[in-house]
């Protein structure tokens, strides 16, 4: 009596791609206040992604992601293939200037994934 043993292996999942294609957010200003960069996609990922942000003025930065509102920047936030970012930066009064570095959280070998410069007048107050 002959009989036939059938293995079956499953091949792993290849693994999640995480390192989005280049972005390159336009530097702000000096322009009145608020100022906005470009409005970049973010592409090439497999996987959401986790983006923060490290500001090294005192403007009020917010994000946006596609068309929605903007959201104040208190902590990272995860976007997906796709999806577009663009970031504002506000003075509430005269002048504010920094650079602002966008992380990508969940590939830390590719950091930063861009950075900008920023400067914003909300002029001279009441």
């Known amino acids: 009596m002959f009989g036939f ?5 499953d091949s ?3 693994p999640a791609d995480v390192t989005p294609d280049p972005v390159d ?3 702000i200003g000096p322009t009145p206040s608020p100022g906005m960069t470009s409005t970049e996609t973010i592409s090439g990922i497999t996987a ?3 983006l923060s942000a490290v ?7 917010e994000y ?8 104040s920047y208190s902590s990272p936030f995860v976007v997906t293939n796709g999806q577009t970012v ?4 506000t003075s509430f009064i005269g002048v504010e200037t920094g650079t602002v570095t966008v992380n990508n959280d969940s590939d830390p ?4 994934l861009d950075t900008f410069t920023y400067s914003v007048d909300g002029g001279s107050g009441p």
Do not use: E, M
């Open 5 to 9: 043993l059938v293995v079956a292996f």
């Open 12 to 14: 792993p999942a290849p």
């Open 25 to 27: 957010w336009t530097n």
């Open 48 to 50: 959401p992604i986790t």
């Open 55 to 61: 500001n090294s003025g005192s403007g009020f930065l």
């Open 64 to 71: 946006r992601i596609g068309s929605g509102s903007y959201t």
């Open 86 to 89: 663009r970031w504002r930066v």
């Open 109 to 112: 070998g590719n950091n930063p």
